[in-house]
């Protein structure tokens, strides 16, 4: 099998929905993750209810029965504390092991603003700008990449506006098997070999113009890993993880193989939903995308990022300095795209709101942070159901709406 067919393709695009390609005898179809991930139920949850009611089980079990998916959890905070928190459904589809509050989700894309935060750390430390350009990082180890790159900005990559291309298999070293989980090189070698591939391809757009792209992350994985001397894992765990007390975080596929300690992933085939086990090849993109997409999490972990993110664009130093944080928070011009974040002026019940979400075609997770509202929510489920996760975002946001003064 080669390189190219045994890797999961993903191409998530925050803007116009994640996209993967799916596995078929012999070829590949790129196909919407809704159409292509079973879970074609629809369900409405009429009688929402409001937060803190004690009715969030029954609320999460209305949707997940209704789209006929193996799990689904959800957790709200405001004022930096959870407000309700709920996880229904098995780890395994048509297993005993039932998902709980403290168990492990993959949180796909929405690992690019964690890895735009890390960035804005280095950036207090000085060690380089947000405004540094690919060539100063990187050309001393990619002589070759094109002009177009050089100045292209570590704050444009974060936006995806560096034109780097859609197709992250156009790579030489990656159709070679190079970057894949068994190769023989280092990983900061596999992402550094993977971006010189990248900066030597062609513009898919012109620099300044948004176009979501996994490259324009791992381009700033090489880039972190060069200035700092470090892999992007072991910065990610001290700088981030452990400063807000993360400890259940980590990278890949949650769980150890054979075991249901934790909720497997699940695809769609003939269907039917299929469980994945967490040491098979096909249970997560390769580890080299981390900087992209590979971070898992616990709904209690995730709510300390969430609410950093909420203190300190509402004026609160803390893991950064707030100005540093609004300054992440801020959309580029001509986009709607900020550090990992989507902006979004009226997206919580007419309130500005900053969104992402994330899928490797096994899991799926959408967040929504509002300032105004010091809130902010996750949903996620062990399955590739788009659907489902957004009808909750949307019930957990009326939820929220109903409470009482």
């Known amino acids: 099998m080669t390189a190219v067919s045994k890797f999961r393709k993903q191409v998530e695009t925050a803007d116009t929905g994640p996209w993967l390609v799916c596995r078929l005898p012999g070829i590949f179809c790129i196909a919407l993750l809704i159409a292509a991930c079973g879970g074609g139920n629809s369900s409405k949850v009429n009688d929402a209810g409001s937060a803190a009611d004690g009715n969030l089980t029954t609320v999460l079990e209305t949707a997940r029965s209704g789209h ?20 229904v459904g098995t780890r395994v589809v048509d297993g005993q092991e039932a998902v709980t509050t403290v168990d492990q989700w993959h949180l796909g894309s929405i690992t690019k603003s964690m890895t735009s935060t890390l960035l804005a750390v280095l950036i207090e430390r000085e060690l380089l700008d947000w405004n540094t350009t690919v060539a100063e990082v990187l050309l001393a180890d990619i002589p070759d990449m094109r002009n177009e790159y050089r100045d292209v900005r570590v704050e444009q990559l974060m936006a995806h506006t560096g034109g780097l291309a859609v197709d992250i298999t156009r790579s030489p070293a990656f159709q070679a098997g190079d970057i894949n989980d068994t190769s023989q090189l280092s990983m900061t070698e596999k992402r550094l070999l993977w971006s010189a591939d990248l900066l030597r391809l062609p513009p898919d757009a012109s620099i300044g113009t948004h176009l979501y792209s996994n490259a324009n992350y791992i381009v700033l994985g090489a880039i972190i890993e060069k200035v700092t001397g470090e892999l992007w894992e072991d910065l990610m765990d001290r700088e981030l993880f452990a400063p807000l007390e993360m400890f259940q975080t980590g990278f890949g596929p949650p769980g150890i193989s054979g075991m249901r300690i934790q909720p497997w992933g699940h695809v769609s085939q003939d269907g039917k939903w299929e469980p994945i086990d967490p040491g098979s090849f096909d249970a997560d993109s390769t580890l080299a995308l981390g900087p992209a997409g590979t971070i898992h999490s616990t709904l209690r972990d995730f709510s300390m990022y969430l609410a950093a993110h909420l203190a300190g664009e509402r004026g609160n130093d803390g893991l950064l300095r707030s100005s540093t ?5 801020a959309s580029q011009i001509g986009t709607d795209y900020a550090g990992g974040w989507v902006v979004n002026s009226n997206g919580w019940a007419g309130s500005r709101s900053f969104w992402h979400n994330g899928s490797n075609g096994r899991w799926f997770a959408h967040t929504v942070i509002a300032p105004d509202r010091n809130a902010g929510v996750l949903v996620v489920t062990n399955s590739g159901s788009r659907a489902a996760v957004e009808e909750v975002i949307g019930v957990m946001i009326r939820r929220f709406e109903a409470m009482p003064n």
């Open 68 to 87: 006929g998916i193996p799990a689904l959890a959800a957790v709200l905070i405001q004022n930096g504390a959870i407000i309700e928190i709920g996880a």
């Open 325 to 329: 944080f609004v300054r992440l928070h």
